[in-house]
T-cell receptor, first 111, second 114 residues
Framework: KQEVTQIPAALSVPEGENLVLNCSFT??????LQWFRQDPGKGLTSLLL?????REQTSGRLNASLDKSSGRSTLYIAASQPGDSATYLC??????????FGQGTRLTINP | DADVTQTPRNRITKTGKRIMLECSQT?????MYWYRQDPGLGLRLIYY???????NKGEISDGYSVSRQAQAKFSLSLESAIPNQTALYFC?????????????FGSGTQLSVL
């Protein structure tokens, strides 16, 4: 059974710092991995999707990497801003609608 | 306007009541999903639908039913609500032809069963 783990559960850093969020999964047979952002009262927003054949994806200050063999993904946020404060979730897609989510990392950027 | 709209945003109900959560989308996607989110457990799939005539159970379908009234509408019903169905419910859509199974979520419905 696929298990997705995100560590740490919560992270607080000062504004301007670069930071890395971690996601690990137990079964490497995945089609893709997605990173989402969750804001209170606003649902989830897809940030980046990495296909299993890809190593990384970039969008603005965000860079997500995927290492299938080790079962790990990272989300790198450059020059963090208070508006980046949210909960970040990763999810792996295994086909047959099996999208398995991690529990999320709650990120706080302090001005 | 939001592409994926869920109503109501919040609902408090009593044990044993039947309730319906509604979802509509303007993205033109064929695939729609219902998830629930519980603290510490992430999101779990309740039901999904690939088109109007296709309904499938997800990981935790017991106690729930769904109806796909149209391509744009997918509703979730709790036939007889119980307290452990208190959770945040999300509707989502996807279209693998255009977005590689990228999911688009509604804002969620916070349901409390007393």
């Amino acid at each position: 059974k696929q298990e997705v783990t995100q560590i740490p559960a919560a992270l607080s850093v000062p504004e301007g710092e670069n930071l890395v969020l971690n996601c690990s999964f137990t079964d490497s047979a995945i089609y893709n991995l997605q990173w989402f952002r969750q804001d209170p009262g606003k649902g989830l927003t897809s940030l980046l999707l990495i296909q299993s054949s890809q190593r990384e994806q970039t969008s603005g200050r965000l860079n997500a990497s995927l290492d299938k063999s080790s079962g790990r993904s990272t989300l790198y946020i450059a020059a963090s801003q208070p508006g980046d404060s949210a909960t970040y979730l990763c999810a792996v897609f295994q086909g047959a609608q099996k999208l398995v989510f991690g529990q999320g990392t709650r990120l706080t950027i302090n001005p | 306007d939001a592409d994926v709209t869920q109503t109501p945003r919040n609902r408090i109900t009593k044990t044993g009541k039947r309730i319906m959560l509604e979802c509509s989308q303007t993205k033109g996607h064929d695939r729609m999903y219902w998830y629930r989110q519980d603290p510490g457990l992430g999101l779990r799939l309740i039901y999904y639908s690939f088109d109007v005539k296709d309904i499938n159970k997800g990981e935790i379908s017991d106690g729930y039913s769904v109806s796909r009234q149209a391509q744009a509408k997918f509703s979730l019903s709790l036939e007889s609500a119980i307290p452990n169905q208190t959770a945040l419910y999300f509707c989502a859509t996807s279209d693998p032809r255009t977005s590689n199974e990228k999911l688009f979520f509604g804002s969620g419905t916070q349901l409390s069963v007393l």
